[in-house]
C-alpha cells in the first residue's frame, strides 16, 4: 500500500459504517450505530455490491472478525448484560455460541484458525478452539499480554501471520495516548542509539 492508486468508494450507508474484518473472498463486516436498535452488524459483498444486516437486536454487537477460513464471525455482544464474545456460522444460520463467560471483546483470530484471542480488562486472553464442521473449545483460555488497551469500538490489537507475535496498544508510564508511531529502519535507529561493539 503505497497511496498510489486512486480513492474508490466502497459503501456509501447514511449511518456511517465502521468496519472490523475483512473475509479473504471479499466481504467486509462492519457495525452501524442506529439510534433505534444500537450498534448491529452488518456484512458488505465486494463482488456484487450489497450490504446485508448480519445480526440486528436491541443490544449492542461490534468488533465482528472473520475467521481466516470466512466461515466463523465472531463479534462482541452485551445481550447477556455485559460485554462477551459470541460467534456464528458465516453465513448465518441463526446458530449463536457465546465464547466467553465473566467478559470478553474484540475478538481475533491466529492465522491458522485454532485459537480465539479476546481481551478481558486489560488482558489479552487466548482459547483454543476447532472450527471444523462446529465450533467447540479445545482447552482453558490462557493469558497472553496485559496491560493492553482494549476501549472505544475497534480493536486495538493484531495478531502477526506467524501466530507467535503481537501488535497491541500498550500504555506507557501508566498512560495512554492517542498517538501513532511508527519506526522505519528500526535495526539502523537502534545501532545509532546503542552502538554495539565490534
Do not use: C
Request: a negative charge; zero cysteines; aromatic letters at 12%.
Amino acid at each position: 500500500v503505497d497511496g498510489s492508486g486512486p480513492v474508490r468508494r466502497v459503501l456509501e450507508a447514511d449511518i456511517p459504517p465502521y468496519p472490523t474484518s475483512w473475509s479473504g473472498d471479499g466481504v467486509i463486516a462492519y457495525y452501524e450505530m442506529d439510534p433505534e436498535s444500537m450498534r448491529d452488524l452488518w456484512v458488505y459483498r465486494l463482488a456484487d455490491s450489497t450490504a446485508t444486516p448480519f445480526y440486528e437486536t436491541e443490544f449492542n454487537e461490534k468488533g465482528a472478525s472473520f475467521s481466516p477460513d470466512g466461515r466463523w464471525l465472531a463479534y462482541t455482544s452485551d445481550e447477556s448484560g455485559t460485554d462477551e464474545v459470541w460467534v456464528q456460522p458465516y453465513p448465518s444460520t441463526g446458530q449463536k455460541i457465546r465464547v466467553t463467560d465473566g467478559g470478553g471483546t474484540d475478538p481475533g483470530w491466529s492465522p491458522d484458525g485454532r485459537v480465539l484471542y479476546y481481551g478481558r480488562g486489560e488482558q489479552l486472553l487466548a482459547l483454543p478452539v476447532d472450527v471444523g464442521a462446529t465450533f467447540r473449545r479445545t482447552g482453558s483460555e490462557r493469558l497472553v499480554l496485559e496491560p493492553v488497551l482494549f476501549w472505544g469500538n475497534m480493536r486495538r490489537y493484531d495478531v502477526h501471520p506467524d501466530g507467535r507475535h503481537f501488535l497491541v496498544v500498550r500504555p506507557i508510564g501508566g498512560q495512554y495516548s492517542n498517538e501513532i508511531q511508527v519506526v522505519v529502519n528500526g535495526f539502523e535507529l537502534l545501532e545509532r542509539v546503542a552502538p554495539t561493539a565490534r
